[in-house]
């Protein structure tokens, strides 16, 4: 690949990574945002290197041009120089696809070709108690590994608060899902909570459901899928980080 195409990519690429992390909250789409910082920083490095690449790029062309007409007194026919394959342009490509279009994060499509993942936890010191409110609004994975493993069941009776998309469930009915990441989107691991008593609302829509866990008397297994009978369902907007 000549020296060129490769500083372009360089700047093209560095300033994928500066739009979704500097100018716009999209980076949220792909990574935690403790690692925003990183990004920006590889961003500009990126977007520096490209354009030193190309300052030297432009020097050593004029270089080889001066060297060609020195050549040229030399030999009438010329010289046959040796480019970079005009198929490496190609590589350009998805380095724009990424400036001009942003996927969405990562959703119902992920969660329906996903099992629940409630890992026991380390409980050797016990749950924590749950804090005061009416109704409590709890992250759904707590939930999750609360009605799964606490055994002091403090959710029972107690009106409950969660915020997630839609996502059908198998044979009918639906869940209210989220997807916690540890460090990226390719570390995402699925939670969803079963909703009865209320019709679902279109897959993939945010909602902020509120009800009471329905404890169904099944021994805690790590794919478990609690249950909660809504006594509200409000559509909410997606908020401005999807994953927990």
């Keep these: 690949m000549k ?3 490769q500083a372009i990519l360089l ?3 560095g300033s994928a990574v500066l739009r979704i992390s500097l100018f716009s909250d999209m ?3 792909y990574v935690r945002a403790a690692l925003r910082p990183y990004l920006v920083t590889a961003g500009v490095v990126l977007v520096l290197l490209g354009v030193l690449g190309a300052v030297a790029a432009l020097r050593g062309a004029r270089h080889q041009d001066h060297q060609d007409h020195q050549d040229s007194d030399h030999d009438a026919h010329g010289h046959s120089h040796t480019h970079g394959p005009r198929i490496a342009w190609l590589l350009i490509l998805p380095v724009t696809g990424i400036l001009l279009v942003s996927p969405p994060a990562l ?3 992920t969660a329906q070709h996903a099992a629940n993942t409630v890992a026991k936890p380390d409980t050797a010191t016990g749950f924590p108690p749950l804090p005061a409110g009416d109704p409590l609004a709890l992250p759904l ?6 009605a799964a493993w606490d055994t002091a069941q403090p959710l029972k009776g107690r009106r409950v608060k969660l915020l997630g998309f839609v996502s059908p469930k198998n044979g009918g009915g639906w869940y209210v899902t989220r997807l916690v990441i540890s460090c990226c989107a390719a570390d995402a691991m699925t939670y969803k909570v079963e909703i009865r008593g209320a019709a679902a609302p279109p897959t993939g829509s945010w909602v ?3 009800g009471v866990w329905q404890p169904d008397g099944q021994p805690a297994q790590p794919d478990a899928v609690p249950a909660l009978n809504a006594g509200q369902v409000v559509s909410v907007p997606e908020p401005r980080d999807p994953y927990e």
Excluded: C
Aim: hydrophobic share 50%.
């Design 3 to 5: 020296r060129e195409v």
């Design 11 to 13: 700047v093209l690429l």
């Design 27 to 29: 980076y949220l789409r």
């Design 107 to 109: 959703g119902s499509y």
């Design 141 to 146: 994975a707590e939930f999750d590994v609360r």
């Design 208 to 210: 902020a459901v509120t």
